[in-house]
């Protein structure tokens, strides 16, 4: 019987629906190499009518509290800030991740029966939502701005040079375009440059380009993104966005000022901008567990685990007399692996790593908190498959293919950044 794919499309369309979430976390053993993105639980929620996912959080308690109950209850009656708690909302915005998998037909016309066809068709499914997986696990420690992270130099007519940490970051064909340093600012060029080489050394990988980065204007120092990541244009820095608002803003390294992020002013407010700790002047070792302890007094919370880049966790693990391995387990499916951990006042904190973060920073908080912790907040499934018009599957106009348009729709959310630090400026930064 002759493959068909009217039998096979519902059982592909039923497949996403029920497995997405573990193809997402599992796939080429995704827990092992991005554990910050695996550990993160997905919520499906509502942000219709324009208005965004709301997130309730109290950021500040009642100040009336004392003992002389007079006073407290005149206090607790007033209008001024501090009478009561201060409650609000994150409305977080959603940004979307596009994605297509394109199945050609004499793929489609090999198939002996509709099993064949199914496989085929899954892979091409699962690739794709793989290749969406790594984007968001890099977007995950950015900003929103689409950084691919770190800065370029080394810079000739045919290469740049980014830092070896996120040099994994980057696929050959993928098109780049760069800014001046810290985003968001104005692209040098509209025009993109697509990688056709990477080279990878000790502490730099160089990326060969199609088009001369310096006829683009392109400098050392600049910062690279993914095109389309940004609305950045030449001229106009990014006022919007594109991608996810990752922990670089949640929880950044440097304290937020007056501009608004979904609605708060986070100003001089470590409940909602989040703690920060300099590693000038320690270790690698020394530094893990100065942090953890500023963020069990001052978050007053104990910090379950540790993020940071695989550089980073090597020196760690260079360093036998302040740590010490243990098998450590992470995330919904509970998958162990091992590890080493640092001895801090509240006992030993793991510290984990992850492939996609960029080396001399890490991040710690309570990630297994279902109240604090951060999770993915998306519409519908974490990965749909976009067949509003009832097509799971396109033929293209120009080709003998077809394709499924699959799409991420959500965000981030963070209910609680003042119960999590960065640990910036390592010695390895």
């Given at each position: 019987?002759?493959?068909s794919l009217?039998s096979?499309l519902?059982?592909i369309?039923?497949?996403?629906?029920?497995n997405?979430v573990?193809i997402?976390?599992?796939g080429?053993d995704?827990?092992k190499?991005?554990p910050?993105?695996?550990?993160l639980e997905?919520?499906?929620?509502d942000?219709?009518?324009?208005?965004?996912y709301?997130i309730?959080i109290t950021?500040?308690?009642?100040s009336?509290?004392g003992n002389?109950f007079a006073?407290?209850?005149t206090?607790?009656?007033?209008?001024?800030?501090?009478?009561s708690s201060?409650?609000?909302?994150?409305?977080?915005?959603?940004?979307?991740l596009?994605g297509?998998?394109?199945?050609?037909?004499?793929a489609i016309?090999?198939a002996?029966d509709?099993d064949?066809?199914y496989?085929?068709?899954?892979?091409a499914?699962?690739d794709?939502?793989?290749?969406m997986r790594?984007?968001?696990?890099?977007?995950?420690?950015q900003?929103?701005?689409?950084t691919v992270g770190g800065v370029?130099s080394?810079i000739?007519?045919?290469?740049?040079d980014l830092p070896?940490s996120?040099a994994?970051?980057?696929?050959?064909?993928q098109?780049?375009v760069a800014?001046l340093?810290?985003?968001?600012?104005?692209l040098?060029s509209?025009?993109v440059?697509r990688v056709?080489?990477?080279?990878?050394?000790t502490?730099?990988?160089?990326?060969t380009?199609s088009?001369?980065?310096t006829?683009?204007?392109?400098?050392?120092?600049d910062?690279?993104?993914?095109?389309t990541?940004?609305?950045?244009?030449?001229?106009?820095?990014s006022t919007?966005?594109?991608?996810?608002?990752g922990a670089?803003e949640w929880?950044?390294?440097?304290?937020?000022?007056?501009?608004t992020?979904f609605g708060?002013?986070?100003?001089?407010?470590?409940a909602t901008?989040?703690?920060?700790?300099?590693?000038?002047?320690f270790?690698?070792a020394?530094?893990f567990i100065?942090?953890?302890?500023?963020?069990?007094?001052?978050?007053?919370?104990?910090?379950?685990?540790?993020?940071?880049s695989?550089y980073?966790?090597a020196?760690?693990c260079a360093?036998?007399?302040?740590t010490k391995?243990?098998?450590?387990?992470i995330?919904?499916?509970?998958?162990?692996f091992?590890g080493v951990?640092v001895?801090t006042?509240?006992g030993?904190?793991p510290i984990?790593?992850?492939a996609?973060l960029?080396?001399?920073?890490?991040?710690?908080?309570p990630?297994k908190?279902?109240k604090?912790a951060p999770f993915?907040?998306?519409?519908?499934d974490l990965?749909?498959?976009?067949?509003?018009?009832g097509?799971?599957?396109?033929?293209?106009a120009?080709a003998?293919s077809?394709?499924?348009r699959?799409y991420?729709r959500?965000?981030?959310?963070?209910?609680?950044p003042?119960?999590?630090l960065t640990?910036?400026?390592?010695p390895?930064?």
């Open positions: 019987m002759a493959a009217a096979v519902p059982a369309r039923e497949h996403m629906h029920e997405v573990d997402f976390n599992l080429d995704a827990m190499t991005m910050f993105l695996a550990s997905s919520k499906s929620m942000d219709g009518a324009g208005r965004g709301i309730p950021h500040s308690l009642p009336t509290v002389l006073t407290v209850q206090k607790a009656q007033g209008s001024v800030a501090g009478n201060v409650k609000d909302r994150w409305v977080i915005q959603h940004v979307t596009e297509v998998a394109v199945v050609d037909r004499a016309l090999g002996k509709d064949d066809l496989d085929v068709v899954e892979r499914t699962s794709c939502t793989l290749a790594k984007r968001i696990a890099v977007q995950l420690p900003a929103g701005w689409g370029i080394g000739t007519s045919t290469t740049i070896i996120v994994n970051r980057v696929d050959i064909g098109d780049l800014s340093p810290s985003p968001p600012q104005a040098r509209n025009t440059s056709t080489g990477i080279t990878l050394g502490t730099t990988a160089t990326l380009l088009v001369d980065p006829s683009l204007s392109w400098a050392n120092g910062v690279v993104y993914f095109n990541d940004t609305d950045s244009v030449v001229g106009t820095p919007a966005r594109l991608s996810i608002t670089g929880v950044p390294s440097t304290a937020p000022g007056a501009t992020l708060i002013n986070r100003q001089n407010n470590p901008g989040g703690l920060r700790f300099s590693a000038s002047g270790d690698h020394q530094a100065h942090a953890a302890n500023h963020l069990f007094v001052h978050g007053q919370t104990r910090s379950d685990a540790a993020y940071c695989g980073d966790y020196i760690l360093d036998k007399d302040a391995s243990v098998e450590i387990s995330g919904k499916y509970n998958i162990g091992e951990t001895e006042m509240f030993r904190m984990i790593p992850d996609t960029q080396q001399g920073q890490a991040w710690m908080g990630w908190n279902k604090y993915l907040v998306h519409n519908d990965i749909n498959i976009d067949d509003l018009d097509n799971t599957m396109l033929r293209l120009t003998t077809y394709e499924m699959m991420f959500g965000n981030l959310a963070w209910p609680a003042g119960k999590f640990l910036h400026t390592l390895s930064a």
